[in-house]
């Protein structure tokens, strides 16, 4: 058991775990809504602004990189300080700097809020698994890891749905007002009801009986801190990560976490602005985001079932070929801006086939970081791909443009297969077959 491992305990929900789950799948949805807030509000933002798509690449970007820089560096602070309080701070910051946003004026005031925005939510994310995984039962931790990564794509699609509600009401300022205020109220909540980690307790001493009533809250038997993960240095392991024996099948999950990141960022920031390039209507692109989200959510479940049954490297196999496969359809299949004035049924087919695949492709490129690395750098493996796909996603912010000016959809979705492509390159480099690292 690693030393951030609360004791598996008796196999049954108690209230507290069940108000943790919910507290902090509140966060997670949260993530999703950063995602996609910029990408929802664009159309309009453009309209208002009367700029060309391209002066917006950077601010779509921003997020991504303010999380790349947040992730690592907030989860440093989360280990000293605490994971609630850092948690809380990143909720606050996320919505303080998502309200003003409301008051820009020009890209360069997106791409900062956007940024430290990023920094919060995106710093929110590291201690608030690891809080899931200190927390729960471990016959239970798999599963309340999978229902947290089915969040951001509820996230996503809300986002969609609030921009297609408040925009035409208040617009895109009253929905970055929104959007701010909820993270802020939820901070209140998180505050008189989230619960420390239990593991970060014990290590801190002097909490023994505020730990004794939480672990009986939480029905867990008191942690255990006997492994080697506390006393590998820094430099040491990372030639854990990098070792021989591992090194190519590292390099290719990486290149498979760029590249897939790459197209997620692509899809989810430019698939509306795309569609109004194009010349459909604002509401369809706003609901296109939320059909690709929304499967997004059946996708991560079902990805779990297949990696149960058909293992995780033929399931992220078959993925990303679907996702190439579906990408390209959709460009060959969807109608011209003046036959449209709904989506036909077969391109709402493939845009949720598209969002299956695509969410289904993280979910399972994290199992194979889990599966890969050694319990002792597993954390560091984990986040260390993390960052590499958010530097993919951050690329996103950049492809996008391009991506719309290769002749509408076609080219749009075509760059998405390529890009898909060089993801499945990147993942087959792993030839060799290595004893999966126990998960616990």
């Known amino acids: 058991m690693s030393h951030a491992d609360a004791g598996s305990g008796r196999a049954r929900w108690t209230p507290k775990q ?5 507290l902090l799948q509140l966060i997670f949805i949260f993530d999703g809504v950063d995602m996609q807030i910029i990408a929802v509000a664009l159309p309009a933002i453009v309209g208002d602004w009367n700029l060309p798509l391209s002066a917006f690449g950077l601010a779509m970007a921003a997020g991504h990189a303010g999380s790349f820089v947040g992730a690592p560096v907030v989860g440093m602070l989360a280990d000293r ?8 701070a990143g909720a606050l910051l996320f919505g303080t700097m998502t ?3 409301a008051l820009a004026r020009d890209p360069q005031q997106l791409v900062l809020l956007r940024f430290i925005a990023g920094l919060g939510l995106g710093g929110c994310v590291p201690p608030a698994l690891a809080l899931v995984t200190e927390s729960m039962p471990a016959q239970r931790r798999g599963l309340c890891v999978a229902l947290s990564m089915v969040c951001p794509p509820i996230g996503i699609a809300l986002a969609g749905l609030l921009a297609k509600w408040l925009i035409p009401a208040i617009g895109w300022e009253g929905l970055f007002l929104t959007c701010g205020l909820a993270p802020i109220a939820i901070v209140l909540l998180l505050v008189f009801f989230l619960p420390e980690s239990p593991a970060f307790l014990a290590l801190r001493g002097g909490n023994e009986q505020k730990l004794a009533a939480l672990l009986k809250a939480l029905a867990l038997e008191a942690p255990s801190f006997r492994s080697r993960q506390g006393d590998v240095p820094f430099f040491a392991a990372f030639g854990t990560i990098f070792a021989a024996e591992r090194r190519v099948a590292v390099a290719g999950l990486f290149a498979a976490f760029f590249f897939g990141y790459l197209t997620m960022s692509l899809v989810l ?3 509306p602005s795309m569609f109004t390039a194009s010349g459909y209507p604002h509401a369809l692109a706003a609901t296109s985001i939320s059909i690709f989200s929304l499967a ?8 779990g079932w297949l990696i149960m049954n058909c293992g995780e490297r033929l399931t992220t196999n078959i993925l990303i070929g679907g996702g190439i496969v579906v990408a390209l359809l959709l460009g060959l299949t969807l109608p011209a801006p003046d036959l449209l004035q709904s989506l036909p049924l077969v391109s709402i087919m493939l845009l949720s086939l598209l969002g299956m695949t695509m ?3 993280v979910t399972a490129l994290y199992t194979g970081a889990s599966s890969l690395f050694p319990p002792h750098v597993r954390s560091s493996g984990i986040g260390l791909g993390s960052m590499v796909g958010r530097s993919g996603a951050m690329f996103g912010g950049f492809v996008g443009p391009f ?7 076609w080219g749009f979705f075509l760059v998405g297969a390529i890009l898909l492509g060089l ?3 990147g993942f087959n480099l792993r030839r060799q077959r290595l004893a999966p690292s126990p998960l616990s």
């Open 18 to 22: 069940v108000q943790l789950l919910v």
């Open 81 to 88: 300080w605490g994971r609630k309080p850092v948690i809380i």
């Open 99 to 101: 309200m003003l946003l």
């Open 269 to 271: 920031g430019w698939l």
């Open 296 to 303: 997004g959510i059946a996708g991560v479940l079902a990805t």
């Open 359 to 361: 969410n289904g492709l």
């Open 403 to 409: 991506a719309i000016g290769q002749h509408g959809p």
């Open 423 to 425: 993801a499945m390159l």
